[in-house]
């Protein structure tokens, strides 16, 4: 009898996990749905690509976009189609593409199976970000790339798996493509596969066959990305959207504005993501540890975040200059200001910088409280640089202000996939107060971001 009833527990148990789970999806999706239903697909360069293939053939646009104009003949030529047929059709696919990052998350880095958490990292996106480009190709450039991007991860965990299921597999490889016609994607995924290649040789770990064809596979497409002669031309001819002095800044300028213009936005910026990444890590490091120092001390970037973030309009002007530096091409986005031969004697300007570098330091320190040894604390730790590194390399592009906010998408998305991390980390810790006060928390920012992109929809 006792048997009986314990197996019909587990029934309900298991029951009542399914039934919240599609529950869940189910409000995702209606969410999605309301985002999407007034989205102008007319918007920017989705106006352009929606008059190409009446002008031109398919097959004549990839050739365009490969010799002449950028080199990115899988994700342009995605936006072309999808601006070419009825605009419901995208916004189908893209819901869907959304809830495959959502699926991917779950898969690759949640442990507690509480889906959910991966719906917090698309929902926490500020759709805003989209909007430069035009909705169809901001989306194809950067959500869809980091879709393909999780699905090229997957041999790195499921690789034997796919033995049996071929059709997973060719999708794994086809995103492996698609992700390496993009720089910011194409990087991650390779230096992603190359530190697990090397961690596995140095351990004289065997590595399956599938993860060595998909590294091969993207390197392909990133070669066939940067060789391009439309690639070479996107990078030599000017034009309004590029910095004025892009020639003459050297590597390490490069790096620094690259650096610096993510960290005014992020680390020091107006964006909800970030303080809420650090009130997490605050409250997951009180979960574990009681010494009062070190408690202190995981305060100090949420502070940070909000005082040099949030509440930065109540300091004095001269200081929010340091911080919130703009440029007459910086197209309204905030950098630190730029130490040259007129500033590199003042002290003041290196401020930002240093608090900025000392906030990382911190944030890594309260990360390995919290992980130690721990293999969740690599994941992260991944994710979060990255998410960083995506974004510092556009100081390697002429475009760096240009290419507009679209460009933090990876990171954005980067800092969702960590606070969905964290917050599965906490569930896991069975602290319900801390637990309770975090998904609070994180619900109440959830429902402000997706409110304002509602709002903002055009």
Known sequence: ??????????????????????????????????????MSLNLSDD?????????????????????????????????????????FVWKTVDIGVLFLIVLCADRLFITSRNIILSCFSI?????????????????????????????????LKYASRFEKKPLLLLACWLAG????????????????????????LVKKMKIHRYIWIQYVITIGSMILLLTAPGHTNKATSFNIFFIPDYLALDFFEKIIRGFTSTAAVILTGQTVLWPLFCFLLMLTVWAKKRELSVRLVSLIPL?????CGKWQRYLPLNIQEIFSYYTPWSFQMPDYRYIDAYTYTDWKFYVPLALALFILGLVLLEILWIFGTDPKGIIILLILGAGFCSRIIMGFSPTLYGSSYRTF???????????????????????????????????LYVASTYSDSLKNIR
């Open 123 to 155: 929902l926490l996106l500020d759709f805003n970000y989209l909007t430069s480009a035009g909705y169809v190709a901001s989306s194809v450039n950067y959500t869809w790339c980091t879709a393909a991007l999780l699905v090229s991860l997957l041999p």
């Open 303 to 307: 502070a940070a975040s909000l005082v």
């Open 409 to 443: 998408v990876f990171l954005c998305l980067a800092l969702g996939f960590c606070i969905a991390i964290l917050l599965d980390k906490l569930l896991l810790e069975a602290n319900r107060p801390k637990t309770m006060l975090g998904f609070a928390v994180t619900i």
């Open 47 to 87: 106006a352009i690509f929606s008059q190409e293939l009446e002008k031109e053939t398919l097959l004549q646009h990839i050739s365009h976009l490969y010799f002449k104009t950028n080199g990115k003949i899988f994700t342009d030529t995605m936006a072309a189609i999808f601006t070419y047929l009825p605009s």
């Open 1 to 38: 009898m006792r048997d009986r009833l314990h197996t019909a527990r587990n029934f309900l148990h298991t029951h009542r996990k399914q039934t919240e789970r599609w529950a869940i999806c189910l409000l995702f999706f209606i969410l999605l749905f309301f985002l999407h239903r007034n």
């Open 177 to 200: 493509l698609y992700a390496g016609n993009q720089e910011q994607a194409g990087a991650i995924v390779i230096t992603v596969y190359t530190l697990f290649i090397a961690a596995s």
